[in-house]
Every structure is written in structure tokens, then in C-alpha cells.
């Protein structure tokens, strides 16, 4: 990792996690990101980590390679906490899950005047992504927008299109592994203060991706209602890497 290792952090299943709570890790996003791209400064890469990112890690080397370069790896699920309850020397303060990181994070940046720029989704999703959480945030200004379709061929026009707009924080949801590739690929390319993460995020905020109730996502079993709810695409996903990451964190329990 970069300058992510100045952040405390402890290894769970083999990867070194923040154990920033969730309302510490966005005060450090709001507080930086612009300051970091005023500078003219490399941008932080912030990737997050959960059951599918812990079997990743462990059997696909392109991936692994890629979360190493993170600067910050936060806590996207519950299991991850859990585990650094029972484990670890000092445990990771709460789940910061990427959708409750971008939701809670909205009115500071709206109010501070940090700008947002959304990649990734459908064309429409990423659209009604936008307009609804400006509609819902007084004050927020996004610095831009743009679906996660393209040809290897036009990557170098997305970035010089996220570069005209000069975003504090560079929101990336293209799905694990395509969007921790294109972050480090191009961290050198891309004028930002911060570069995170956020898989079917946008889904999330337009109701494409119903989100769990509070008492699943609480127990741990926000899996087990979108496996239930979207079984074509994350049914295998989820039935082959959940038991692969619980024995992940068994075998690095001690560090």
C-alpha cells in the first residue's frame, strides 16, 4: 500500500483493512480530497474490501496486485468487522459500506462545496443516479457524470473528460475487478483528490439494487438479500466466494 499505511489498519483474510469507523472515514474524504487535488497531488486510491474482495484477493493475482496499490481498503462488509472482533488486535470500528459512505457523505459535501464525479452504470442509471441525489442534496454540486461503457480505445477520452471537470472525489462502480484495474492503470492520469470504488453503487441509489432491510444489513446478511433478489447474476458469486472468504479468515486469523 502507499500512504494508506499511515492509517491504522489490521489484516482480515489476508488483506489489510482501515479500522476508520464510517463517520471518520468520510470526514477524512471531505477533508483531503479537495485539498489533494488543489495540490496537484497523486490521488488517493480507496478500494473497499468485503467476502467477494477476500476470494479475489486470494485466487486472481491481477486483482490482488491491484488492491495492494489502495492507499485506504475500508470495511464494506459486516463479516469483515465481525471477523476483526474476533481476531484481530484492535478491531474496525463499524461496517462503512460504499452506498452509507456516498448517502452520509452528501450533505458535507454539499455544504463544503466538494465535488463529485459519478463513472460507471447504464447510461439511464447513472443519469437518474445523479439527478436524484442533487434533487435530494441542496447545495451539491457534481463536477460530472459519465456511464461505465467503453472500449478500451476511448479510455483515454473518459479521462480526459473527468480531468476537464476536476473532481475533489472520482466515484468508480464498474464492478470488482474492471474498476480497481482502471483506478491503478490510470492513477497517474486522472486529476482528483480521491479515487473510490463503489460497485453497483448507483444501482443502489435509483432502487435499480433494492437494499436490504437494517436488521440484515446489521446481522451481516445484506448478501443474502441481494443474492435473493438479483439470484441470476449473484447467486454463484455469493455461494462460491462466502464460504471461500469465511475460511480465508480462519486461516490468516493470526495475522
Avoid at 23 to 36: D, F, S
Avoid at 105 to 122: I, Q
Avoid at 223 to 232: D, E, F, I, K, S
Wanted: aromatic share 8%; charged share 20%.
Amino acid at each position: 500500500m502507499g500512504e494508506g499505511r499511515a492509517v491504522e489498519s489490521v489484516r482480515i483474510g489476508g488483506v489489510p483493512v482501515s479500522t476508520l469507523s464510517l463517520n471518520a472515514l468520510i470526514e477524512k474524504m471531505l477533508a483531503e480530497a479537495p485539498a489533494r487535488r488543489a495540490a496537484g497531488r497523486s490521488p488517493w486510491l480507496v478500494f473497499d474490501c468485503n467476502g467477494h474482495g477476500l476470494s479475489l484477493n486470494a485466487t486472481d493475482p491481477a486483482f490482488r496486485a491491484d488492491l495492494a496499490q489502495a492507499d485506504l481498503i475500508h470495511a464494506d462488509g459486516q463479516v469483515i468487522v465481525a471477523a476483526s472482533r474476533r481476531f484481530a488486535p484492535a478491531p474496525i470500528a463499524d461496517r462503512s459500506s460504499t452506498t452509507d459512505m456516498f448517502i452520509d457523505s452528501l450533505p458535507g459535501a454539499a455544504a463544503r462545496k466538494v465535488r463529485y464525479f459519478l463513472l460507471g452504470g447504464t447510461e439511464q442509471v447513472n443519469a437518474d443516479c445523479a439527478a436524484r441525489i442533487t434533487a435530494d442534496t441542496p447545495g451539491l454540486e457534481l463536477a460530472g457524470r459519465r456511464n461505465g461503457f467503453w472500449n478500451p480505445e476511448e479510455e483515454a477520452a473518459v479521462i480526459d473528460a473527468i480531468n476537464a471537470t476536476e473532481p475533489d472525489v472520482l466515484w468508480v462502480g464498474t464492478g470488482k475487478p474492471r474498476e480497481q484495474a482502471f483506478c491503478v492503470r490510470n492513477r497517474d492520469r486522472i486529476k482528483a483528490g480521491w479515487i473510490v470504488t463503489c460497485g453497483g453503487l448507483f444501482n443502489y441509489i435509483t432502487g435499480d439494487y433494492p437494499r436490504a432491510p437494517q436488521w440484515m444489513q446489521d446481522a451481516g446478511l445484506e448478501w443474502l438479500h441481494r443474492m435473493a433478489t438479483n439470484p441470476r447474476h449473484l447467486a454463484w458469486r455469493y455461494l462460491t466466494t462466502n464460504p471461500h472468504a469465511l475460511w480465508l479468515i480462519w486461516k490468516h486469523r493470526n495475522g
